[in-house]
C-alpha cells in the first residue's frame, strides 16, 4: 500500500503538487490550510524604485508568480537568483532568465552561492513572516538589500473542516513555517485527525517543526517527497 500524503499548500499550489505525488506512486489527498494575500502594489512600486538592481533574489514560487502577474517587463536585474527548482520554473514562466539556483534550498545557502556582493543591489521580494536569515545573510555579504513584503500568508477559512474532511493519512506534508502554525491550529481542533509523521520542507520549515514538537518522518521518506515535488 503506498503512503499517503495530506497536501496542506494553498489551493492554487495544493492540486499542482498532489499531482507530482500521485505520478510518484504516493497516495494524495489535499487539505489547504494556507491562504496567500498579496500586495501587488509593493511590488510595482519596487520596481519603480529599483527597476535595474544587480540582482533579484527569489525565495518562493509565489512571488515569481507575482512578478509574472504585474509584469516583468517592470524590471531588468543583471541577475536573478531563486531558492529552488519550483521557485526558477515560475520566475522562467514569468519571463525572467534564470541565472543561479543553489544546490541546497534555502535562503542561505543561496546567498552563500553568489558569494560577495558588497556593494551590489539586491532586490528581494518576500513574505510578511520571512524568517531573517536570508536577509541577514545578504547583509553579511555586503550587499545593499532593498527588501520589500509583496504578501501574506495565514491560515485558509475553514482548515479545520477542510482537515476533517481529509481523514487519516500516513504523512503530512509541510512547505512552510506559517502552514505549520496553521497545521498545529486546525490539528488542535481535530483530535481524530491523530498524530501522523510530517515532512517538512526545507531547513526552516524542518525547525519550526521541530520546534512545535511534530513527529518528523524518516529521512528516506522526508527524501522521497522532495524528489516527487522536484518532478
Not at 510518484?24 to 535595474?52: K, N, Y
Not at 536573478?80 to 539556483?101: F, H, I, M, Q
Not at 545593499?144 to 487519516?168: E, F, Q
Amino acid at each position: 500500500m503506498p503512503l499517503t500524503v495530506l497536501v496542506t499548500r494553498d489551493v492554487e499550489d495544493a492540486p499542482k503538487t498532489a499531482e507530482r505525488l500521485r505520478r510518484a506512486g504516493f497516495g494524495a489527498v489535499v487539505a489547504p490550510l494556507i491562504e496567500r494575500r498579496a500586495d501587488d502594489a509593493a511590488l510595482v512600486a519596487a520596481f519603480a524604485a529599483t527597476p535595474s538592481p544587480d540582482l533579484l533574489l527569489l525565495t518562493s514560487a509565489f512571488a515569481a508568480k507575482q512578478i509574472g502577474r504585474v509584469g516583468a517587463r517592470g524590471i531588468s536585474p543583471r541577475r536573478v537568483a531563486c531558492v529552488g527548482p519550483a521557485t526558477a520554473e515560475a520566475a522562467r514562466v514569468a519571463g525572467l532568465k534564470v541565472d543561479l539556483v543553489p544546490t541546497e534550498s534555502t535562503g542561505a545557502a543561496l546567498v552563500g552561492e553568489l558569494g560577495d556582493l558588497t556593494g551590489r543591489v539586491v532586490l528581494y521580494p518576500r513574505a510578511a513572516d520571512a524568517l531573517p536569515s536570508t536577509r541577514e545573510a545578504l547583509e553579511r555579504a555586503g550587499a545593499v538589500v532593498r527588501d520589500v513584503i509583496t504578501y501574506g500568508t495565514g491560515p485558509a477559512s475553514g482548515g479545520a473542516a477542510a482537515l476533517a474532511a481529509a481523514g487519516r493519512v500516513d504523512v503530512v506534508l509541510l512547505a512552510s513555517p506559517s502552514t505549520v502554525r496553521a497545521y498545529v491550529a486546525a490539528r488542535a481542533a481535530v483530535p481524530e485527525h491523530g498524530n501522523p509523521v510530517v515532512a517538512p520542507i526545507g531547513a526552516t520549515t524542518g525547525e519550526a517543526c521541530r520546534l512545535a514538537g511534530l513527529p518528523i518522518a524518516e529521512s528516506g521518506t522526508v527524501d522521497a517527497i522532495r524528489a516527487a515535488l522536484r518532478s
